[in-house]
């Protein structure tokens, strides 16, 4: 039967809790670690205005000496560390008993003195320990004085007495055999019976409360978000707001819509001074505009919520670059603008299920116009304000700029300092360049009706204003380079990543320029196939990232980066003109489009004429088990003619012989 003993001193339980706290510790201070973003970005853009951005964000993340910005994990993980510190010091100044017992240990003598040594030794410690010889103190009762000699006496027979000595050296104790004994790591308090009200009223608060509301909150949490990570609440609003023919005002409104069901209530006023100060503002500078955008997120009653209202001022003062005073204020309108990817991915999808081309191109390209802080309006000039240090102001001075590179020139034409800044932005521009795009079908030479297509894409970043200088190669040298990206092309076309392998990776941007976007912006495009005649999408967008820089320097001159999307081709034969569309996330303006057309024909049709299996000649075997299920077998024209030259020969002969009898 075994002995059960718990534990007073609290050394199991540290024991238990150093390990799961080291469990579950690790992982997440290795995830946090990994996850830290980098602080220098060589590869993104450099101009002034993106630097001081990034600086504005790391001191916002960072928070100040007085008041830390600490995520929930971070203070977590502080709390848990120090738990863990404090448990490893209590456990290292923990006693631990020796359970073995060791005769020579009590005694104080070693293993190889003799037995009469080992009683003489017994004798001096009996009229030393003997408890008429001890008298009891503060610092030792008689009861233990008593218990200290019977250890004694035990430790001496067990080694002098032969029955003791083999109980001993049988089961570890003089004894004899011992019970089982093992430890709980609970302190006895717990099981005793004058505290089972308090244990049975924390179990029942921990596991009959707390338990089924943290569950319960997680699973109707849950519940309540789609995959897309949006409200329910959310998507519905934006299956019935979006229409076929959408633009991005449209979109703006039906974003504010979905804000009442993403913003918190905490610190949402029905009267706030800022937020009423703000719209004034913007009604001087978008007019009309932002009197249709309040009207498309009104509710179905003519009223506009006050999470709405609040949202749509915040967004639209982004966009008209309206600068805010109020610390919490910028805190809140960073934490809306951060999460309209989230909210534009999921309404994208909503229109890509519904395989629309126009609303899914205003999605994509808002959020260019959302990076860059500008308002989406039809003057092509206004993408102008991109540049660092360009204010809408500034376009009218530029004269007939109509392109980037026009603002540069026309910058050091007049001596202007922002010149310089403005070509460093240029430097990191991301204008994208279609080196090559077409279809392709795995061992095959075309495209057969149903069959598994690959869109094929070879992109690269053109900076404008940024000549590359190509190099000249040789005869020889442009054949190596030809086989080499041939067979490049086919080991990616039979891979099964959707990116081709990059060794270059210093080529590739890690920052864009958005010097209003109040986070980190890595450069991205969205892959769109449609039939622009039709306003439908033939294939779903894919995105495409880590896109290089135009390099000179490149290895067979392979400075770009091959992307694919598979789908299945059309059912019927013919000519399918379509579009593919390339957008960008970041910056606005910079989409670029080109028409590619998909050739289905039948099998037979791709045939060659050294692919034809001639007919079986019919003298053959094969020739004649043809001619007997009645299929086409080739006649012996030549037989047949020497027949006929042979039977002529045959008459004129004859005729011959005739004539020399008459004679």
């Known amino acids: 039967m075994a002995n059960y003993h718990y534990d007073e001193g609290g050394s199991l339980a540290a024991y238990f809790l150093i390990t799961i706290l080291a469990l579950v510790l690790t992982p997440m201070t290795l995830s946090s670690i990994s996850k830290r973003p980098a602080k220098q970005h060589p590869r993104g853009c450099q101009c002034q205005a993106c630097l001081d951005q990034r600086a504005r964000i790391a001191k916002r993340e960072k928070g100040t000496i007085l008041a830390f910005n600490l995520s929930k994990k971070t203070y977590f993980l502080i709390a848990g560390w120090t738990l863990f510190a404090f448990l490893c010091y209590k456990v290292s100044g923990a006693v631990v008993e020796n359970k073995l017992y060791n005769p020579f240990e009590i005694l104080g003598i070693s293993p190889s003195l003799s037995e009469k040594d080992i009683k003489s030794h ?76 308090w244990v049975l009223g924390i179990y029942g608060l921990i596991f009959g409360g707390a338990l089924p509301a943290l569950v319960g909150r997680w699973w109707f949490g849950s519940r309540q ?95 008209l670059r309206i600068d805010i005073s109020d610390e919490k204020l910028q805190k809140e309108q960073a934490q809306i603008i951060l999460q ?7 309404l994208l999808n909503v229109s ?55 603002v540069a020139d026309i910058l050091e034409s007049k001596k202007d300092k922002r010149a310089s800044v403005v070509r460093k932005a240029l430097e990191r521009w991301g204008a994208i360049d279609i080196v090559d795009a077409a279809f392709k079908v795995i061992g095959e030479r075309g495209v ?13 970043i053109s900076p404008p204003g940024k000549k590359v200088q190509r190099k000249e190669l040789s005869v020889d040298e442009t054949k190596r380079a030809i086989k080499y990206n041939e067979k490049q ?32 912006r890595k450069p991205s495009w969205w892959v769109v196939l449609a039939d622009d005649k039709l306003n439908r999408i033939v294939v779903p967008p894919f995105k495409v990232t880590d896109v290089p820089y135009a390099n000179s320097d490149a290895e067979h001159e392979r400075d770009y980066r091959s992307y694919k999307i598979q789908f299945q081709a059309p059912q019927n034969v013919g000519m399918f003109t379509w579009k593919v569309y390339l957008v960008s996330d970041t910056f606005v303006g910079e989409d670029v489009t080109r028409d590619i057309i998909l050739k289905i024909e039948q099998p037979q049709a791709m045939e060659s004429p050294d692919d034809e299996i ?14 007997m299920r009645g299929g086409k077998v080739k006649k012996l024209a030549d037989q047949g003619d020497d027949d006929d030259e042979s039977s002529t020969d045959d008459d004129e002969e004859e005729n011959e012989s005739s004539d020399s009898d008459s004679d």
């Not at 409104?253 to 979905?258: E, H, M, Q, R």
């Open 122 to 197: 017994y004798k001096k410690l009996s009229k030393q320990f003997h408890p008429d010889k001890v008298k009891p103190s503060a610092n030792e009762t008689a009861e233990e004085i008593s218990d200290r000699f019977v250890q004694l006496t035990k430790a001496y027979k067990s080694l002098t007495d032969e029955t003791i000595r083999k109980n001993w050296e049988l089961y570890g104790n003089p004894d004899g055999r011992q019970e089982m004994s093992m430890g709980i790591a609970l302190p006895k308090w717990i099981v005793e019976s004058h505290n089972n009200i």
């Open 225 to 319: 978000k789609t995959k897309d990570g949006v409200n329910a609440k959310s998507a519905a609003v934006f299956f019935k707001s979006l229409k076929e023919e959408s633009m991005m005002e449209e979109v703006v409104g039906t974003l504010g819509k979905a804000y009442q069901f993403e913003m918190s209530d905490v610190g949402v006023k029905k009267v706030d001074v800022n937020i009423d100060r703000l719209e004034s503002e913007i009604e001087k500078r978008a007019g009309v505009k932002w009197s249709e955008v309040r009207k498309i997120a009104k509710d179905v009653d003519g009223k506009l919520h006050v999470k709405r209202r609040r949202a749509l001022v915040l967004l639209y003062a982004h966009l």
């Open 340 to 346: 309209i990817p989230l909210l534009l991915n999921a």
């Open 352 to 406: 890509i299920s519904r395989n629309w081309l126009l609303p899914s191109l205003a999605i994509m390209r808002l959020n260019a116009y959302f990076a860059q802080a500008l308002p989406p309006v039809e003057d092509e000039r206004l993408r102008l304000t991109q540049l660092p240090f360009i204010q809408k102001a500034d376009v009218e001075t530029l004269g007939d700029a109509k392109n980037l590179t026009d």
């Open 448 to 460: 057969t009706p149903s069959s598994i297509v690959f869109l094929v894409l070879k992109l690269r």
């Open 489 to 520: 092309d086919d080991e990616f076309l039979l891979s099964k990543s959707e990116m081709e392998e990059f060794t270059n990776e210093e080529t590739v941007a890690t920052s864009a320029h958005a010097p209003y976007w109040p986070g980190e």
């Open 614 to 627: 001639s007919d079986p000649e019919e003298d053959s075997l094969a020739g004649q088990m043809a001619a």
